[in-house]
Nanobody, 120 residues
Framework: QVQLVESGGGLVQAGGSLRLSCASS????????MGWFRQAPGKEREFVAR????????YYANSVKGRFTISRDNAKNTVYLQMNSLKPEDTAVYYC?????????????WGQGTQVTVSS
C-alpha cells in the first residue's frame, strides 16, 4: 500500500521561500496523478497544484500561480512543491495526494501533512 510522507514545512517570513517534499513508498509515482492540497485553520481543504497522471501537465490554483512550482523526480519517487514569495495567507497544513489507480487523474490517497507558517 502506498504511503506518502511530506516534509519541508516550517516557519518563514513573508516573501520567503520553502520547498516541500513528498516521498512515496510502497509504489512508484510513475503513471500516477500527484498533487498538493492545503488546509488553513477553520477552512476546508483546497487544491494547490497537481500533475496529470502522465506527468506531462501541471495545474495550479489561481492563488499560487506564478509563485509555486510543482515538480517530480520519478527516480526518487518524490514530488516537490517550491513555494516562493510566500504570504501570510499561505499558512496551512500542506498535504500530498496521489491516485489509487494508474492512468487516472483521480487523487485518492493522502499524506499526514506538513505545517507551513508564514509570518507577516
Amino acid at each position: 500500500q502506498v504511503q506518502l510522507v511530506e516534509s519541508g514545512g516550517g516557519l518563514v517570513q513573508a516573501g520567503g521561500s520553502l520547498r516541500l517534499s513528498c516521498a512515496s513508498s510502497g509504489r512508484t509515482i510513475s503513471n500516477y496523478a500527484m498533487g498538493w492540497f492545503r488546509q488553513a485553520p477553520g477552512k476546508e481543504r483546497e487544491f494547490v497544484a497537481r500533475f496529470n497522471w502522465r506527468g506531462t501537465s501541471t495545474y495550479y490554483a489561481n492563488s499560487v500561480k506564478g509563485r509555486f512550482t510543482i515538480s517530480r523526480d520519478n527516480a526518487k519517487n518524490t514530488v516537490y512543491l517550491q513555494m516562493n514569495s510566500l504570504k501570510p495567507e499561505d499558512t496551512a497544513v500542506y498535504y500530498c495526494a496521489t491516485g489509487a489507480k494508474m492512468v487516472s487523474d483521480n487523487l485518492d490517497y493522502w499524506g499526514q501533512g506538513t505545517q507551513v507558517t508564514v509570518s507577516s
